[in-house]
């Protein structure tokens, strides 16, 4: 009874509590929450979402993977890559930040969790060997890379366009370098400094945190945050002023829409309930509201451009003077005569006519306290169709990361894991993170060592860490509103760093060139689909598939003849003579629909090349599995050389390949006479009814022994 329950609830195992397990468990939860609340702050950023989410993600999936995993010292949160893809996968659906966004991001959680406990619950674990180990090697330096590049215009105060090619965003931050705000610049090269200082120095102290204090305090004692309001009409280019136009009434637009499309779904559901209408009517309202979201669609695009457009322009204020509104003019045609502010200003949102100024560095900025909302992701077909592919992509690539870091920290514990019971730790965490806002989590390789490397015993360490994520978002939220959004970029980039390992692309490459050309294939891939990044990764996981049937196509066959050491050789390889009366070959490969064409066109060419034997010997040692195209071919071959007097024989079969033939009737065709335990057995029969033909045959394949009626030592 107590190991079914175990089986359910596996952190029962962490009872009874032991006082001295219990106090290690909570020294290192505070260490690993020091740790995980900057951290998961910055990776909110990363996933395109306001920094508090990280905080959500942080609190109940943490706890929730610890008490139904496998591992004691995984600890399970936001994690670098996943943001990544999740902000890849939403940025085409949705404006970054916004609450649609936000929706987006949490249902995506739910259907990451549904993948991972569903394939946890039939104990499908294995289907993650699909991403084979070069391809997560070549997507983890790409992603590394887009994550480190990707924080730049957060390092230099500049603007970052969002399209559908990450280079060019990337290269559009670069040409805004003289535009560098320095007191951000400032702020992030303080973290880093801060960081990589206490990581040499004094690797003990939580450098993250102490450089999120430190540089927090900062911004407050210098005013760091300078933020302002405008109206549009203040702007001066006549350009810059439509374009605000536009995405102003863009936006007026789409909420009236919305309500029309409101009104009209209760009219429907009216409708549909009351059995009332002709199927006519209830066809046009529908196709109405499918007009009217085709309209939101598209000016919910064109307004993503504008905002990105706008969000380009720096300004300069000139402060209003008596009867004369203040008047916002692009950098360096300030009239002369006037003065502006000292400022420069960027448009961070435009609302109703409203401009919010943002004039000085980014902060993190008002932060909800209390706990999280608790419900229902909104969900519709459609959008769940269009998150399908991403969400099996983070599945997938976040439990490979979870259970990579599990196993190597069981290595040292002596802890056994379960790739299953891991899946639905990680199933169940993403599931309850969803319930809670919380976007896709996965286990944290940095938290995780850090957890291990304060002595945590059990998954309680995971619970104390949770809480005291808990007691920061219920008490301590208003600290966090001057941590300057630069300095969750450097804490980003400095997590990432150690992801960059070309060193693990070169050694795939040196193992084997097919590994190495999947591991270079995905790291491109990855860098040229960006910001789509589930497309590389797929890429990457269809070419190592198709390398691996490739490889297995034509495997190694080698007709054999005797050493002088008494084994069967290559004779090709070893230069050793063949037998006119016997073929011998071997075949290593399993024999499936792919590499069935190549099976029989080795062995009717090694019949042609030797056409006085009379006996086939398939030495069948690596054959390790059987399908029906292979049993088949196998019948069609032996049909084809027992027409022309020759006799096929094998040696050394499988159990799995013998029960195939077996079932499939192949055996009784072939003949149990024609199967032997090893080839030395077989060649023993074989030249036995050889000699009753030719009493005067060389035994070249049989063991050497004694010289042959010439006298000739015999090598077969």
């Known amino acids: 009874m107590n190991s079914r329950l175990a089986r359910f609830f596996p952190f029962l195992s962490w009872w009874p509590l032991n006082g001295a397990n219990v106090r290690t468990d909570l020294i290192a939860g505070i260490t690993v929450a020091l740790v995980l609340i900057p951290q998961s702050m910055a990776y909110a950023q990363l996933a395109g979402l306001p920094a508090y989410y990280g905080l959500y993600a942080a609190f109940l999936p943490g706890i929730i993977a610890a008490m139904w995993g496998s591992s004691a010292q995984l600890a399970t949160g936001p994690v670098a890559v996943a943001s990544l893809l999740t902000a890849s996968a939403l940025a085409p659906l949705a404006a970054t930040g916004s609450e649609q966004f936000v929706a987006l991001a949490i249902l995506l959680a739910l259907m990451v969790g549904l993948i991972q406990l569903g394939l946890g619950i039939f104990k499908l674990g294995v289907v993650v060997n699909f991403l084979s180990h070069p391809v997560i090697v070549g997507f983890t330096n790409a992603a590394a890379i887009i994550i480190g590049l990707s924080q730049l215009n957060k390092l230099f105060g500049v603007s970052m366009g969002r399209s559908e090619h990450f280079i060019n965003d990337i290269w559009g931050v670069l040409l805004q370098i003289g535009e560098t705000h320095l007191p951000t610049l400032i702020m992030g090269v303080s973290a880093f400094a801060i960081m990589w200082g206490l990581k040499k120095f004094a690797p003990k102290l939580p450098g993250v945190l102490i450089a999120v204090a430190v540089t927090t305090v900062a911004s407050f004692a210098i005013g760091f945050e300078h933020n302002s309001k405008g109206m549009i009409d203040e702007i001066a280019d006549a350009e810059v002023k439509n374009l605000a136009n536009d995405f102003s009434r863009g936006e007026v637009r789409i909420e009236e829409l919305n309500g029309v499309l409101t009104a009209k779904s209760a009219e429907l559901k009216q409708l549909q309930k009351a059995q009332e209408g002709s199927g006519q009517h209830i066809a046009a309202l529908r196709y109405e509201m499918e007009l009217i979201k085709l309209e939101i669609e598209h000016l919910e695009g064109e ?414």
């Open 303 to 716: 307004n993503r451009k504008a905002a990105r457009s706008l969000r380009k322009f720096i300004f300069e204020q000139v402060p209003a003077k008596d009867t004369q509104p203040a008047r916002l003019y692009l950098t360096g045609q300030v009239p002369q005569g006037e003065q502006s502010d000292g400022y420069r200003w960027r448009i961070k949102k435009v609302n109703k006519g409203e401009l919010k100024l943002v004039g000085g560095g980014e902060v993190v900025g008002s932060i909800p306290s209390g706990l999280p909302g608790i419900g229902l992701p909104k969900m519709s077909w459609e959008t769940m169709m269009s998150l399908l592919t991403s969400a099996l992509v983070i599945s997938l690539v976040g439990f490979m990361e979870a259970i990579s870091i599990a196993k190597a920290m069981a290595a040292k514990t002596k802890q056994r894991i379960d790739p299953n019971q891991e899946l639905l730790g990680q199933g169940i965490s993403n599931i309850v993170g969803s319930l809670s806002q919380s976007f896709p989590v996965s286990g944290s390789f940095s938290r995780s060592a850090v957890n291990l490397n304060s002595g945590a015993v059990t998954g309680l360490s995971n619970v104390f860490a949770g809480l005291i994520v808990l007691v920061t978002l219920l008490f301590l939220t208003p600290l966090l509103y001057h941590l300057p959004q630069a300095v969750l970029a450097a804490v980003i980039m400095m997590a990432v760093i150690g992801l960059v390992n070309f060193k693990a692309i070169a050694h795939a490459w040196h193992t084997h060139k097919h590994d190495g050309i999947a591991s270079i294939v995905t790291f491109v891939a990855t860098l040229a689909f960006a910001p789509h990044l589930d497309n590389g990764i797929m890429v990457g996981a269809g070419l190592a598939i198709i390398l691996y049937l490739y490889r297995t196509m034509k495997p190694r066959v080698a007709i054999l003849g005797r050493h002088p050491d008494g084994s069967l050789r290559d004779v090709k390889v070893h230069n050793l003579p063949v037998s006119e009366n016997i073929i011998a070959m071997r075949y290593d490969g399993s024999l499936y629909f792919a590499n069935v064409p190549y099976f029989e066109d080795t062995v009717l060419e090694a019949v042609a090349n030797n056409p006085q034997a009379k006996h086939l010997l398939i030495v069948a040692d690596g054959i390790n599995q059987l399908d029906a195209s292979g049993d088949e071919v196998i019948h069609h071959v032996v049909e084809r050389l027992r027409s022309s007097g020759i006799r096929v024989v094998f040696s050394g079969l499988k159990k799995q390949v013998l029960d195939v033939m077996r079932h499939s009737g192949l055996l009784k065709y072939i003949g149990e006479e024609n199967f032997f335990m090893d080839e030395e057995k077989a060649l023993e029969e074989i030249y036995a009814e050889v000699l009753k033909v030719k009493p005067d045959a060389k035994r070249r394949l049989l063991k050497p022994s004694i010289g042959d009626d010439d006298g000739v030592r015999i090598w077969l």
